[in-house]
């Protein structure tokens, strides 16, 4: 055994083997000793057989990791599954916490890696059709280390900026009102009837898919294997497929493909950043009369209105589909 320890940080995916990497499987296979929440190490426990498992609780992340370091000062190649990406809401943040807690650089003896994998935003999406073409957010509901008035602001703010959003951790036995509260930010900003698509257990033996609306999302069956994702206001659903245009027919006719009025292939739109400025600065209007119009602060409206002009980017000739 090498003298040099290793720790990997494992994403694992939805769940399912035929969603797992290549380089995932691998490292577990080149793993001494596998580290992870119980239902996570049962996900991969075919893959487990001579290999020393230590199975962990929900709560119990930094265990995990102090656990994966010891071992890994140790000489030994430890993998650190966490369901998912590790690095989205998985064991790379705590991980590294507890490795520079303890004096840790990247020259020491103990090298990490980290192996992405598909979270649960990607999998949930690619099972309801293509919720995620234009910009979407991702926020936990839970709050155990989070406080609430930190992820209600967040909320609010994706919500009337009209992301596209994913919720994790949205509802559990002990927190039922954090969803509730979402809905009530989210109606604030979305009309009712905005779509809702509500996967459990995604590429698991129990997945359950059902699509709803935005003011029916509470009354829902959600616990804490579902993920939650809110349409913008132009997301529809269409023959059991849920899709977020990304914006195409402003430019083109698309039907036929060829661009609208006013507009040029591989440039701006004509409502873009330089016509926009355009318009604001010929509308005549006072910098607080344009922020209440475009509910942008009037700081930033000013500063448009006195910078400099703008001149097309030669380089966006290359994103003809932008």
């Known amino acids: 055994m090498s003298h040099k320890g290793k720790i990997m940080l494992v994403g694992l995916g939805p769940g399912s083997h035929e969603h797992l990497t290549a380089r995932a499987r691998a490292a577990i296979a080149e793993a001494d000793t ?11 426990a075919d893959l487990l057989e001579g290999k020393e498992v230590v199975k962990k609780s929900m709560t ?24 998912g990406d590790a690095g989205v809401y998985g064991m790379a943040g705590p991980t590294f916490e507890v490795l520079f807690q303890a004096g840790w650089t990247p020259d020491s003896d103990i090298e990490v890696e980290i192996v992405p994998g598909a979270s649960a935003l990607n999998t949930c999406a690619a099972l309801v059709g293509a ?13 155990l280390l989070t406080p609430w008035p930190v992820i209600a602001r967040r ?18 036995g002990r ?8 809905q009530r930010l ?11 698509a509500i996967v459990k257990s995604a590429y ?3 997945q359950r898919i059902e699509f709803t609306t935005l003011d029916r999302m509470a009354e829902r069956d959600i616990g804490m294997l579902t993920t939650v994702l809110i349409g913008n206001s132009s997301t529809f659903v269409r023959d059991g497929l849920m899709v977020t245009p990304r914006g195409y027919a402003n430019k083109y006719d698309v039907e036929a493909g060829a661009t609208r009025e006013g507009e040029q292939a591989g440039r701006s739109l004509s409502t873009g950043l330089a016509g926009w400025l355009e318009t604001i600065r010929a509308s005549g209007e006072t910098p607080e009369a344009l922020a209440r119009r475009y509910g942008l602060p009037v700081a930033y409206i ?21």
Do not use: M, W
């Open 155 to 172: 909320l609010d703010a994706a919500a009337a900026a009209d992301f596209v959003v994913a919720l994790y951790n949205p509802k559990s």
């Open 60 to 83: 119990e992340e930094l265990d995990r990791a102090i656990e994966a370091l010891e071992r890994a000062k140790q000489g030994r190649k430890v993998a650190l599954v966490s369901s």
């Open 131 to 143: 919720p995620l073409t234009h910009d979407f957010c991702a926020i936990s509901l839970s709050d």
């Open 175 to 182: 927190r039922t009102r954090q969803i509730v509260e979402a």
């Open 302 to 322: 000013a500063g448009a209105l006195e910078g400099e002009d703008l001149e097309d980017d030669p380089s966006a000739a290359g994103e003809a589909l932008a």
């Open 34 to 44: 596998v580290i992870g929440y119980v239902t996570y190490i049962r996900l991969v």
């Open 204 to 206: 698991r033996p129990k």
């Open 186 to 196: 989210f109606l604030a900003h979305r009309r009712p009837d905005t779509p809702i």
